[in-house]
């Protein structure tokens, strides 16, 4: 029987969190199966992609909270 990937589990294969066994099947899916190895390709991508993320706010945006707070009242909370 033929076992069919998800992607769950290419996200595992990515992080490196399958057993030896399954990753040797997975490997042969991804040789065998285009379209697997098209959505493998895609979610590296995305994965890269989200990794680049900037995880701060830019210093217009701080600016902006900080001219709300003042002129609410908030600054002294």
């Known amino acids: 029987m033929i076992k069919s990937f998800t992607p769950n589990d290419l996200v595992r294969y990515i992080y490196q969190e399958m057993s030896e066994v399954e990753q040797e099947l997975l490997m042969q899916a991804l040789h065998s199966d285009d379209a697997l ?26 600016k902006a909270i900080k001219k709300m707070a003042h002129s609410t009242g908030l600054q002294k909370v």
């Open 37 to 62: 190895m098209q959505e493998y390709i895609q979610l590296l991508s995305t994965i890269e992609f989200l990794e680049q993320v900037q995880l701060q706010p830019s210093e217009k945006v701080v």
